[in-house]
């Protein structure tokens, strides 16, 4: 595949977004009051996000109420039942979103161009110093190699100097040799020096093989050794050695045939194998609870998310909680848990920094029974949010029987 140059990048990484952004599910089941309600709260935090700087996020949020509002709820059963001035006032909010995402659109494009070619500079970079560290381990390979050709020359020179002087020794020792025990020239004829010795010798040979004869070895007596030789041998040779003192090896084999506890005299009794107990086996009380590895679980995509990672170890915004919250909310619903009723609440407040903080607990109308509770009104809360610029970010509500 060809290397894509840095507009090309930046261009396939907006439709990367684009593309995550226009996968919005809708479910028929629910209610389309809350798609709306969903809606506002994209709206909100998509402004957030772009006062923050954080335009990535504001354009998938911008992207994905465009998606829901243009594409998707319009097949939805309930849209029909929509107020005419709910979607009068939704449309021109599709229409600022349509502005504020192309608008983005172009800040990304130029952004991730920028990126790219930073990257691209880096990584020219890091390939420059790997190639050079790469010529260097050659040139060390090379001298390396240079080096042991010179030292092997070197040896192969002097095993050959050492060779020759061998040779030069060994040439002269034979000189030497002939010339200090040359052969001379004597009288009538008679070879003196080395060759009149060899001569002598193999005369003396001559004379010693006619001297030897045939030699037939003659019988010898005949030795009669009767009982009483043979005990004066033995009282020559002493008694034997007493063996009463010498103890035979344990046995530890079971005869053949054998039955249960018949072993041969002296044999190792064969215990059986000793079985470990059981009850000394440690027992897992359960309390020590295995590790989750959380990174296997299957996110969640909202329509709120914009799939851009989180510090948090869980992949999710961090939650900024008053540390009172609860006790402020059980002394509220103190009235109704001793007429044993349920109280519930809503739990709103603000996006800052990619975090949510919350601001506000909203106790709607509400009827309640010893084990629910259903809020009345909602439109009343609703206003009270969007008045407000809150976000839901959560409920909260007091168990009877917990």
């Excluded at 009669?224 to 344990?250: F, K, M, R």
């Excluded at 989180?310 to 609860?326: C, E, H, M, P, Q």
């Excluded at 607990?361 to 029974?369: A, D, N, R, S, Y």
Aim: neutral net charge.
């Amino acid at each position: 595949m060809p290397e894509l140059n840095q507009s090309e990048v930046a261009a396939e990484r907006v439709r990367q977004l684009c593309n995550y952004s226009e996968s919005v599910s809708v479910d028929h089941s629910i209610p389309i009051r809350r798609y709306f309600r969903s809606g506002n709260e994209m709206m909100r935090m998509a402004r957030v996000y772009q006062d923050e700087k954080d335009i990535q996020s504001a354009f998938i949020l911008y992207t994905k109420f465009i998606t829901l509002f243009v594409e998707k709820l319009m097949k939805h059963p309930g849209y029909k039942t929509v107020p005419e001035n709910d979607k009068k006032v939704n449309k021109k909010k599709v229409m600022e979103a349509f502005k504020l995402a192309e608008k983005i659109k172009s800040v990304l494009r130029e952004r991730f161009t920028k990126e790219e070619a930073i990257k691209q500079e880096s990584q020219r970079k890091e390939q420059e110093e790997i190639n050079k560290r790469l010529q260097i381990q050659l040139q060390i390979e090379e001298d390396k190699k240079r080096i042991e050709s010179e030292n092997r020359k070197a040896e192969d020179e002097r095993k050959k100097l050492e060779e020759e002087e061998k040779l030069r020794k060994l040439k002269e020792e034979q000189e030497r040799l002939i010339a200090g025990g040359g052969v001379g020239v004597a009288a009538a004829g008679t070879a003196v020096g080395p060759a009149a010795g060899i001569a002598a010798g193999i005369g003396s040979v001559n004379s010693i093989s006619d001297s030897i004869s045939e030699v037939t070895p003659s019988p010898g007596p005949s030795l009669d050794i009767g009982q009483t030789g043979i005990d004066q041998i033995s009282n020559h040779l002493g008694p034997p050695p007493a063996y009463s003192h010498v103890t035979p090896p344990e046995s530890h084999i079971i005869p053949p045939g054998g039955t249960s506890g018949q072993y041969l005299p002296g044999a190792t009794k064969v215990l059986p194998p000793v079985i470990p107990n059981r009850d000394l086996k440690p027992v897992n009380t359960g309390s020590e609870i295995p590790s989750v590895d959380r990174s296997n679980k299957p996110s969640v995509d909202h329509f709120t998310s914009t799939g851009i990672e989180s510090t948090n170890k869980f992949g999710l915004k961090d939650v900024i909680v008053s540390t009172d919250l609860v006790e402020k909310f059980i002394l509220l619903a103190a009235k109704n848990t001793r007429a044993n009723t349920e109280t519930c609440a809503i739990l709103a407040g603000k996006l800052s920094k990619n975090q949510f903080t919350i601001t506000h607990l909203i106790v709607p109308k509400q009827t309640g029974t010893p084990d629910s509770c259903s809020t009345t009104n909602e439109e009343e809360v609703f206003d009270y949010q969007d008045n407000h610029d809150l976000i839901t970010l959560g409920w909260i509500h007091v168990s009877i029987y917990m």
